[in-house]
């Protein structure tokens, strides 16, 4: 079955230390996002993949990075640079068309200990 | 981009038909009107989604206004399974670049 998967599903990070959280999906889907959400709140960008190769920032991209090597990953790198990391991160992918729905992974709960 | 309006929470009994209203008064005539549902803890799922007509599947119904300021998502017998937060987003058809989510309705159903 095609679908999202991220991993891990639970992170722990110690202050200053860069982590990586996986995202991999087998839809072919084109485009590909990372959220971040908060307890209670709604859900807010961070980066997004049109193609591969090529991303742009979302509305809260600082502290963060990704890359786009392949069309199936988009890894996302919580750098020491994000001052508030602890929080729910959801990958997601869509093709380019509107008409369309978002697939969605099943999230990484990442806290900083 | 275009925003939408929900209300925070709304309340159903089981077997009962559920109205979810959103307000889109921004809504240009590219933009999809789409609806996600999340459970605690989980990745948003995709219910549904609509240009200009109503439209049913499975899992609901959507009726979009004649002039698309407004749109109800409609759960016609909620159950348990349907508590969740409810979010309706727009995508514009021609900068499908990203969604943005506001903080959704949270639906709490009672046996």
């Known amino acids: 079955d095609g679908g999202i998967t991220q991993s891990p599903k639970y992170l722990f990070r110690k202050e200053g230390q860069n982590v990586t959280l996986s995202c991999e999906q087998n839809l072919n889907h084109d485009a590909m996002y990372w959220y971040r959400q908060d307890p209670g709140q709604g859900l807010r960008l961070i980066y997004y993949?049109?193609?591969?190769?090529?991303?742009q920032k979302g509305d809260i991209a600082e502290g963060y990075s990704v890359s786009r090597e392949k069309k199936e990953s988009f890894p996302l790198t919580v750098t020491s640079a994000q001052k508030n990391p602890t929080a729910f991160y959801l990958c997601?992918?869509?093709?380019?068309?509107?008409?369309?729905?978002?697939?969605f992974g099943s999230g990484t709960r990442l806290t900083v200990v | 981009d275009a925003k939408t309006t929900q209300p925070n929470s709304m309340e159903s009994n089981e077997e009962e038909p559920v109205h979810l209203p959103c307000n889109h008064s921004?809504?240009?005539?590219?933009?999809?009107i789409h609806w996600y549902r999340q459970l605690p803890s989980q990745g948003p799922e995709y219910v549904i989604h609509g240009l200009t007509s109503n439209v049913n599947n499975r899992m609901a119904s959507l009726a979009i206004a004649e002039d698309r300021k407004s749109s109800t998502l409609i759960l016609h017998r909620a159950t348990l399974r349907d508590a969740a937060v409810y979010y309706c987003i727009l995508r514009d058809s021609y900068n499908t670049d990203k969604l943005i989510f506001g903080t959704g309705t949270r639906l709490q159903v009672f046996p």
């Open positions: 993949s049109q193609i591969v190769n090529d991303f």
């Open positions: 997601a992918s869509a093709t380019g068309a509107a008409n369309y729905g978002y697939t």
């Open positions: 921004t809504i240009s005539g590219t933009d999809y």
